[in-house]
């Protein structure tokens, strides 16, 4: 079964400073890999994703993720933090070409971030 | 352009009574799923849905029915609350691999 695990529970930094959030996910095959964001109080949304091709991935607001097959990884980072990304993070993954597979989850990464 | 949207977004119920969530959605996706977000374990599948009257048990479906009439809507009925039923709850849909979630449903059982 697939399985993802996200190493940080809690991450606080200062305003500028460099995030790496770590994700790995156990599965012999190939994947999808998704990170989410979630906003104080408000629902999830689709920071990135990654199905094939470069395996760099740009998304929203400045993130971008690497998925390195050895390493069974897709770390989520960004060069310098805001205030406004203080949220929760999930790392996700599901079975590809096979629209309407749920998505399995990490257990989130608290980010906050001092101004 | 509506979404997915959920009701209520807030309830409070005791325990043993019976409770709809409804989740509704303009897209015409295809695929939709219920989820429930607890501390300590992200978000896990409860059921999901191909199309409409066609429905199917995620990872933690005990006490929780769901029906599917219309492609638009998703209604998660928890037929007698119990009190590790308190969470929120996330609706999503998906025509293809990429899911959409709504705002969420906090759900307190007393």
């Known amino acids: 079964a697939q399985s993802v695990s996200q190493h940080n529970h809690h991450v606080i930094l200062s305003e500028a400073a460099s995030l790496e959030l770590g994700c790995n996910y156990s599965?012999?095959?190939?994947?999808?890999l998704f990170w989410y964001v979630q906003y104080p109080g408000q629902h999830l949304q689709l920071l990135l994703k990654?199905?094939?091709?470069?395996?760099l991935v740009k998304g929203i607001k400045g993130f971008e993720a690497e998925f390195i097959k050895s390493k069974f990884s897709f770390n989520l980072r960004k060069p310098s933090v805001q205030w406004s990304d203080t949220a929760e993070y999930f790392c996700?993954?599901?079975?590809?070409?096979?629209?309407?597979?749920?998505?399995?989850f990490g257990k989130g990464t608290t980010l906050s971030v001092s101004s | 352009d509506a979404g997915i949207t959920q009701s209520p977004r807030y309830k409070i119920t005791e325990t043993g009574r019976q409770v709809t969530l409804m989740c509704h959605q303009t897209?015409?996706?295809?695929?939709m799923f219920w989820y429930r977000q607890d501390l300590g374990h992200g978000l896990r599948l409860i059921y999901y849905?191909?199309?409409?009257?066609?429905?199917d048990k995620g990872e933690v479906p005990d006490g929780y029915v769901v029906s599917r009439s219309k492609t638009e809507n998703f209604p998660l009925t928890l037929e007698s609350a119990t009190r590790s039923q308190t969470s929120v709850y996330f609706c999503?849909?998906?025509?293809?691999?990429?899911?959409?979630f709504g705002p969420g449903t906090r759900l307190l059982v007393l």
């Open positions: 999503a849909s998906s025509e293809s691999e990429t899911q959409y």
């Open positions: 990654y199905f094939s091709g470069d395996p």
């Open positions: 599965y012999g095959g190939t994947v999808n």
């Open positions: 996700a993954v599901s079975s590809p070409n096979q629209a309407g597979t749920a998505l399995i």
């Open positions: 849905s191909a199309a409409a009257d066609i429905t």
């Open positions: 897209w015409s996706h295809s695929y």
